[in-house]
């Protein structure tokens, strides 16, 4: 596949899609080496691609595999993604070195939110499932620490699937962070945000949307203007998982002095209420993954 001057490897199902038309969904592959334990991460990312074949696309996957950008792994990728140690997770600041073939270069990148959309796009891929997203940190008046998936929220077309922003982030910065960038923020069945594992934030999106093709529509529209930037549809955990926003804002003030500084923050915090939470919260975020990626297949399909 090759719609850019960077030469994507890809399946043969994702070259058959790309040559027959059939719509395509973009996934990460964060969670296979840096989000789930093994063999969890495989299966969720199995099982994320194939709720996207059932609702009528072909999902790829995407990764760094030495040196080289892959829209879809294959069962060997996918296994040295989830298995491998020192797999690096890349940021936008990451791709230019990893794709660079320079000395010191990473054998294996797993792409984030940002860099998932960046090759997704590239790759000619208009529509990227995920779990959730990342913002601005709690504290951000010290540490200025935001995620780069805002900034390419801001930059790049895409439609986004999501479960919202990661409930251990500042909500209310990161929901006026969205707002100033311009990002259009869409509920899928709510008026309400969703943060991650819990359905409500207390935070309007911009518009509710029962079905996918009003989604679509939305995502149409917004094209049609030429003003960049992503839809960023918000898919609520399904209730027999969620959990309140109260009961983790607790775990997360009785832990949050003790966590690390800047990037390692996000999964110790992660994981400490996977711990606290007796694996609730691994639970929701196993499911929602795959949730996400049926919507987002849907939504492909209505484009």
């Known amino acids: 596949m090759k719609d850019s001057q960077i030469d994507f490897v890809c399946p043969a199902p994702v070259a058959a899609a790309r040559a027959a038309g059939t719509p395509i969904v973009a996934l990460e592959s964060t969670l296979i080496s840096h989000g789930l334990p093994h063999p969890e991460n495989i299966e969720v990312a199995r099982g994320a691609e194939a709720a996207v074949r059932a609702a009528g696309a072909e999902p790829a996957t995407i990764a760094v595999i030495d040196g080289r950008p892959h829209a879809g ?13 020192g797999v690096k997770k890349l940021s936008r600041r990451d791709l230019p070195v990893a794709l660079s073939g320079a000395a010191g270069a990473p054998a294996l990148g797993a792409t ?18 995920t779990g959730g997203i990342g913002g601005v940190h709690r504290g951000f008046e010290a540490s200025m620490d935001v995620s ?3 900034f390419e ?11 919202g922003p990661k409930v251990i982030l500042d909500l209310p910065r990161t929901r006026e962070a969205l707002e100033t960038m311009g990002v259009t923020l869409v509920g ?7 943060a991650f594992w ?8 911009d518009i509710r949307a029962d ?37 983790i804002e607790e775990w997360i003030a009785s832990c949050i002095d003790e966590a690390p500084a800047s990037a390692a923050a996000t999964p110790w915090l992660l994981a400490e209420i996977a ?23 849907m939504i492909a399909a209505c484009l």
């Open 211 to 247: 079905s996918p093709q009003d989604i679509a529509a939305v995502a149409r529209a917004r094209a049609e203007l030429g003003i960049g930037g992503s839809v960023l549809v918000c898919n609520p955990v399904t209730p027999d998982l969620a959990i309140e926003i109260d009961e």
């Open 275 to 297: 711990r606290r939470s007796g694996g609730r919260s691994l639970a929701a975020n196993k499911q929602l993954i795959i949730d996400n990626a049926a919507l987002a297949g």
């Open 153 to 163: 929220l801001a930059h790049t077309p895409m439609i986004v699937v999501c479960s």
């Open 198 to 205: 819990a359905r409500h934030s207390g935070l309007a999106v």
């Open 73 to 85: 792994l294959d069962d060997a990728a996918m296994e040295r993604l989830a298995t491998q140690e």
């Open 148 to 150: 780069a998936d805002l």
């Open 112 to 129: 984030t939110v940002s860099t998932t959309m960046i090759l997704a796009r590239l790759a000619g891929i208009d529509v990227f499932a």
């Open 188 to 194: 899928y069945r709510t008026d309400d945000m969703p």
